[in-house]
């Protein structure tokens, strides 16, 4: 019953708006025409498409990487032989593979001579592969950080914006009916006055001139010049709102009631989360700083060349190789071994053994030391942040919570007043047609019903103004 006599008001507010204008619109249609039509949204959701499309661009996964290379080739004319000799330094390719290790296969033709009339030849070939294994940490999540963070700015600044734009139009809808509000009183304040003083003089109860009559003009005056300065201020609030909106006020056929419930997340909301991101990135910054000097890394590698000519002294061969490395911040050390397979000669040189080692100080030791300094107190200043905005997020629940408790109970209280002068309209009409009461009573408890449709108008803006809120508050 509550909720039908607030509509009912409503749809009465509806009558009065409509006086003014030839057309209205629902509070949703005005709402979603302006967000379409406002250059700031458009702006808004091109920077989120840009944002999402670049994280989408960062996240694509890594392909084979191909180098070729033709090496440098060369043709010279050999008068001897009457003919040219082609040769090259090497023609190459080299494959990198998308793993953790950086993979790589190398194909090349090495040292490469050809004579045009098919006489000689020389070919150098080699095949080599090398893998890397590193012991320690090696994930790195900063990109997946970033990521997350540009998904998460992007679309909740969006949605905000586009949230608080809607709130902007329901409080220039607000003013503009509580402005309407303002002049049908003050309209109505000065025929009364104006009927007060007419009866006044027509009964001798005050003369022209008096001090009296003179009061009452006075009254008439300040009320007229009130009536000019609201009438000025609706002039304002109308660009106002067209500039908002993009059209002229044509009023408002329909508002809802608003829909408040509201529990708060455990988890927080997107400014929670950002901090939450932004600690991470900062922790993910100091573990890869400390890998660099924690982390070892072991290098694998082989090769293999064949040594192949069809000149008479030139002799085939195959030589393998394999070698390893491991090194850390401040050593090196690497072990090789390397042998020739004379096919021509089906002879095996013994292989070849070496190995390498390097050793530093740190020079850099004070700097290194510095920078994880720095490092860690950014951890902590992220942890701080991250506290921060988990304990405003709770406040920011706690007043939310007060705020609705506060309007339930104005949207509650309005609906008892407004019941309690539609009785007594209902009573003023009833003794009128009984003879017990003047029209001018009735008029006026007409007059009071019709001021409650904009008091209960203006509260339901209110009411989606904070349900708004709690959206905003749950991104």
Known sequence: MHNRRIRGMVLCLVFIVGTTSAFSQSLEDI???????????????????????TQSISQAEDDVGITVSSGEVSATYDPSANAYIFRTNGVGASFVLPDDGNTTIGVTTGLLTYQASGSTYAINP??????????????????????????VLATSSYESSKLTFANTIYK??????????????????????HLDLEQNLSLKLIREGSLTHETQKQAIASQEATLSGLQASRELLLRQYATLTGSTWEGVDSIPEPVLDFSSNEEGNSNVLMQSLAL???????????AEFENKSLKLGGSLNLGASN???????ITPGISATLAGKQFSLTGKVEGTYDITANDFIPPTVSISGSWSNNPTSTTDSLTVQKLQNEVLLAEI???NAKNDYQQSVTSLENRIASWNLSYMLLGQTMDY???????????????????????????????????????????????????????
């Open 280 to 290: 991470s990135m900062a922790k993910e910054d100091l573990a890869l700083k400390m």
């Open 421 to 475: 002068h539609q009785q007594v309209l209902d009573q003023q009409q009833d003794l009128a047609e009984r003879g017990l009461a003047t029209q001018s009573e009735v008029d006026d408890a007409a007059f009071t019903v019709e001021m409650d449709a904009y008091d209960v108008a203006v509260t339901l803006l209110s009411g989606l103004q904070l349900e708004n809120e709690i959206r905003i508050l749950q991104i």
């Open 385 to 387: 942040a991250y506290a």
């Open 126 to 151: 080699t095949i080599s592969a090398s893998h890397t294994i590193t012991y320690g940490y090696t994930t790195d999540n900063r990109e997946s950080l970033a990521n997350r963070q540009t998904e």
């Open 172 to 193: 220039q809808i607000s003013s503009l009916l509580e402005n309407e509000k303002s002049i049908k009183q003050t309209e109505k304040q000065i025929a009364d006055l």
């Open 31 to 53: 709402v979603s025409r302006a967000l379409g039509e406002s250059t700031q949204m458009q702006d808004l959701e091109i920077t989120k498409n840009n944002a999402l499309l």
């Open 311 to 317: 000149k008479i002294s030139g002799n085939e061969t």
